[in-house]
């Protein structure tokens, strides 16, 4: 799946005006989206984004475990990031990483904006979120499923969360960086509620010319939207069908 190439070839190709799999440079990878998969739980959605596809899974509300974390003002939302052992090309070790456990808190970060917790004081919302194939983009494609089945479980919402990663590569702005853009570029992850333009999510770990911040975030916004259309589309057409079956 990661095709190893150069830098030098990697550079050719956006100097061509193309990518490393052939999108435009404000291309998604293509969206596939399944509300509902797992009938044991409130909510659960699975986010493919290219060849990353992750499952998340809602539980709750319920009540709050252990009970001296519960919050009388508004519900806990605890949020579990995890990659599957056999999500990367080589086997990931079981035991959750530093960066699963940060990944986690990021997730839940741009999450809880969004959620009415205020509803629900003392209880507990659970948010599973497994990476089942890596391609870049893993927290992004989380916070997407995630959001769709916190509104599938019937969890008050604001607006729903949609995400993307734009990438930085040698002066062109990327949209949806696959891994091999994410391990050459600067990758910044964004999250916004959409209806709202209130970005809950906005990270870099690399240095960016500040006279293209504006335009990697309108960049960044334009794939929002379109991201959050499809989200939206998706859940109407699993509320029509499940009225339709009487689910
Ligand atoms: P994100 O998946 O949100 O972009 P990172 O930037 O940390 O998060 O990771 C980028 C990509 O690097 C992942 O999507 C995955 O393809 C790869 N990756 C991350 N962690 C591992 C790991 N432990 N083993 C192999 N590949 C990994």
């Known amino acids: 799946m990661?095709?190893?190439?150069?830098?030098?070839?990697?550079?050719?190709?956006?100097?061509?005006?193309?990518?490393?799999?052939?999108?435009?440079?404000?291309?998604?990878?293509?969206?596939n989206i399944r509300l509902g998969i797992v009938e044991r739980a409130e909510?659960?959605?699975?986010?493919?984004?290219?060849?990353?596809k992750v499952l998340c899974v809602v539980r709750g509300p319920t009540e709050c475990v252990p009970a001296y974390?519960?919050?009388?003002?508004?519900?806990?939302?605890d949020v579990a990031y995890r990659m599957c052992t056999?999500?990367?090309?080589?086997?990931?070790?079981?035991?959750?990483?530093?960066?699963?456990?940060?990944?986690s808190k990021v997730i839940r970060e741009a999450l809880e904006p969004s959620i009415l917790l205020e509803e629900f004081p003392r209880m507990m919302i659970k948010v599973y979120c497994l990476v089942l194939q890596a391609d870049?983009?893993?927290?992004?494609?989380?916070?997407?499923?995630a959001s769709l089945a916190?509104?599938?479980?019937?969890?008050?919402?604001?607006?729903?969360?949609?995400?993307?990663?734009?990438?930085?590569c040698y002066g062109n702005i990327v949209v949806d960086v696959c891994s091999i853009e994410d391990e050459l570029c600067a990758d910044i992850p964004i999250a916004m509620l959409p209806a709202y333009r209130k970005i809950t999510l906005l990270q870099s770990d690399h240095r960016l010319p500040i006279d293209r911040l504006s335009e990697i975030l309108s960049t960044a916004i334009k794939a929002i939207d379109q991201i959050y259309e499809l989200q939206k589309k998706a859940l109407k057409e699993y509320y029509l069908s499940s009225t339709k079956t009487g689910d």
């Open 86 to 103: 056999f999500s990367t090309e080589e086997r990931k070790s079981p035991t959750p990483s530093r960066r699963e456990v940060e990944l």
């Open 2 to 31: 990661s095709l190893k190439i150069s830098e030098e070839e990697f550079k050719k190709i956006l100097e061509s005006g193309k990518r490393v799999d052939g999108r435009a440079f404000t291309e998604l990878r293509p969206i």
């Open 69 to 77: 974390i519960a919050d009388p003002e508004r519900a806990v939302l």
């Open 136 to 145: 870049a983009g893993t927290r992004t494609a989380s916070i997407n499923a």
């Open 150 to 168: 916190l509104a599938q479980a019937g969890i008050p919402l604001r607006d729903l969360v949609t995400s993307v990663a734009v990438g930085y």
């Open 43 to 52: 909510g659960s959605c699975l986010f493919e984004m290219g060849h990353t």
